[in-house]
């Protein structure tokens, strides 16, 4: 359908979820976008979309980043805030590149594949790692620029897994904040780089003091500069990204927003050109609408309710899903109990965030409800099961078993440490557990509640206020989990999860 003749227009956001630091292609009619994924495992995802709107999972570029131990969350050690960031994604003769850089290991990580949907991907890393790199095939040459502020440039080698032999990093620009006119703040970062009818555009995002998130556009002649700058957009701190066409020769911005506890969410932007300058928004303006085939539902694209069946030849686990760190893949399964995930402890844990196996998927906005049917016949003494909100301030419903006896507990981390709230008895062997999110005008609110049969539902504990915290740098997130406290050796079977975009799935 050409866009021209959309009847009911896309609205903004484009994507009510967290789905930071995007970099986008388009390979003939199809745009691909990848984005960060942090601490979770498979990382670096792969969306499609035939309409810049509507996106679907596809992939991911890794399984697991590296076997650290903060990656594993061993020895006390995490990545919550690290793990890999801002990705750089090319097609080039033929060949998918996406790439990122991790705080954590210290190194640039190249990723590609001849098959974005379907991969596989062959990895290569390097050291440095190279701050909100762009990566730039140049004719015959291929570069990352990086860098926070003062902007950097280094030749890759001509496969892009490896920095060129011989070639010395170099200052493209001293100060790519100076056009936002800012002393303080966030430096200028997240380096994307275009060339567009022969000349060089570099996106950046700088944050002034007391001011807002702002898109900073620097353009040369030549990728070395001189470069000339000057902001591109200062509207709703709608920022932190770059430009993509259309099959019709439309032009457009995919750019993010911070929006509280449900993360940080992309827009897209109308552009048009001006003097050989890419010009953002109407009137400098993010528009609530856009001449694009209307939003779909996140459902099931990005988040999806999961029965845990699998017919043969299914993945284990769908592409909605993502472990918090690394997993132990001995110790889950949806093999082992038709119809169920299989969360098994097998070590002590001291607390939720530092418990692996976590399985996790987003929070979606403007509001959404998770639920959950557990079996608690085969948990031990100090286990600790069910269904949580993860970030730093976490909260969940769950089931503990203290002293031979189970209780129904919420616990809250509003403060920073945890809490448990309430604690009510349970003398059944199955309890359904649901969490309800908030995030209409950033109320940022999550309540829980438990059911005996799946029917009547009881509000449980307080209400968890959901701010985004930097420590962890993601927003919200539902999470299955099961820990051992005091013995190992215990599981907790999960029937279901379900997800509604509503506040109530009665």
Request: net charge neutral.
């Amino acid at each position: 359908m050409p866009f021209s003749s959309v009847a009911q227009p896309a609205h903004n956001p484009v994507i009510f979820a967290d789905v930071p630091d995007m970099a986008m292609i388009r390979v003939g009619n199809t745009y691909y976008m990848s984005s960060t994924t942090m601490h979770l495992s498979p990382g670096l995802p792969i969306m499609k979309s035939k309409d810049l709107v509507n996106w679907q999972l596809v992939g991911y570029a890794y399984d697991t980043l590296a076997t650290v131990d903060a990656l594993q969350l061993n020895n006390g050690k995490s990545a919550y805030g690290r793990g890999s960031w801002a990705s750089s994604l090319r097609y080039h003769n033929g060949t998918y590149y996406v790439t990122t850089f991790a705080q954590t290991t210290g190194k640039t990580y190249i990723y590609t594949t001849k098959d974005i949907e379907k991969g596989p991907w062959t990895a290569h890393s390097f050291k440095p790692a190279y701050h909100d790199h762009s990566l730039f095939f140049d004719e015959d040459r291929v570069y990352m620029i990086y860098g926070a502020g003062k902007l950097k440039l280094v030749e890759l080698t001509p496969d892009a897994s490896d920095v060129k032999p011989g070639t010395t990093e170099q200052v493209i620009i001293e100060n790519a904040s100076t056009p936002s006119g800012t002393t303080g703040g966030l430096p200028a970062e997240g380096s994307q780089l275009f060339k567009v009818n022969g000349k060089y555009y570099l996106f950046n995002i700088t944050w002034p003091k007391g001011g807002m998130r702002t898109v900073v556009i620097h353009r040369a002649d030549k990728i070395t500069g001189p470069y000339e700058g000057r902001i591109a957009l200062q509207d709703l701190g709608v920022a932190q990204g770059g430009l993509i066409d259309t099959p019709d020769g439309s032009w457009y911005a995919y750019l993010f927003r911070d929006f509280g506890g449900v993360g940080r969410i992309p827009y897209i932007v109308p552009v048009s050109w001006e003097n050989g300058w890419p010009v953002l928004g109407v009137n400098g303006k993010v528009p609530e609408t856009l001449p694009l085939p209307a939003n779909k539902s996140l459902l099931p694209g990005l988040v999806a309710s999961d029965e845990f069946t699998r017919k043969k030849g299914e993945p284990a686990l769908p592409l909605v899903w993502q472990w918090n760190h690394n997993p132990d893949h001995t110790l889950w399964s949806v093999n082992d109990r038709k119809g169920h995930l299989r969360l098994k402890t097998g070590r002590i844990d001291t607390s939720f965030v530092l418990a692996r196996n976590t399985l996790t998927q987003r929070t979606i906005g403007p509001e959404c409800s998770g639920a959950t049917r557990l079996d608690v016949s085969n948990m031990k003494e100090g286990d600790l099961a069910g269904l949580s909100l993860l970030q730093k301030n976490y909260g969940f419903v769950g089931v503990k078993i203290d002293n031979g006896t189970q209780s129904i507990v919420m616990v809250s981390a509003s403060s920073g440490k945890p809490v448990e709230v309430q604690r009510i008895p349970l003398s059944q062997k199955i309890v359904y557990l649901k969490a309800v999110c908030n995030f209409n005008d950033r109320k940022d609110t999550a309540t829980f509640f438990y059911s005996l049969d799946g029917k009547t539902w009881t509000g449980i504990g307080e209400p968890l206020k959901m701010p985004y915290t930097i420590p962890h740098f993601m927003g919200y997130r539902f999470g299955l989990f099961n820990y051992a406290t005091q013995t190992v050796g215990g599981f907790a079977d999960f029937d279901y999860f379900r997800i509604h975009d509503k506040l109530s799935d009665n």
